[in-house]
């Protein structure tokens, strides 16, 4: 299974699919002049987590470009360079982490600022204990610029493997 999701993390560039995407911004212009092409937000749709500290980290490759906390509403808004490669990570205690990897590479001549929207669920600790959770560590969502419609979308076919990764986690656990 480990080399299911390495090749299809080599294969990220060539698969792009829908997600829940808002569109482009109104004041696109200024932020791609400055580099800008997308800006990532989203929300933690765990209703425990609303009174808990949830931190936030984007890696640009290896290196951390920001940190910080999500809002009162566990919201986050995060603005990304084009042709970069970016690392999203949501921690907060007791939860597994979760990563998003970015690719925000786009086709020359195109200036505008795009937006992708999506909702992160983190998964309990105790939930998978004493599971083998290698492959959770892997980034849950790949996602790239789709030539096919325009705008930034994530593979569908990866993150449903990420899930029945987690689901088959929580199971094991389960049995235990």
Do not use: W
């Amino acid at each position: 299974m480990k080399t299911i999701i390495q090749i299809i993390l080599i294969g990220f560039y060539l698969v792009e699919v829908s997600f829940i995407n808002k569109g482009e911004k109104s004041n696109s212009s200024k932020n791609v002049k400055e580099g800008i092409c997308m800006i990532a937000y989203g929300k933690i749709q765990n209703s425990g987590i609303m009174h808990k500290k949830v931190d936030f980290k984007l890696y640009e490759g290896n290196d951390l470009v920001v940190q910080g906390c999500l809002n009162r509403k566990n919201e986050f808004e995060i603005s990304m360079y084009s042709n970069q490669n970016y690392v999203l990570e949501i921690t907060t205690p007791g939860y597994l982490p979760k990563r998003f990897l970015f690719n925000t590479a786009i086709p020359p001549g195109i200036d505008k600022l795009f937006s992708f929207g999506f909702e992160v669920e983190l998964l309990k600790e105790e939930l998978v204990k004493g599971a083998d959770i290698f492959s959770l560590d892997f980034p849950f969502a790949l996602i790239s610029y789709n030539s096919e419609n325009s705008e930034f979308s994530f593979s569908k076919k990866y993150s449903e493997l990420m899930k029945k990764e987690e689901m088959q986690a929580i199971s094991y656990s389960k049995g235990l």
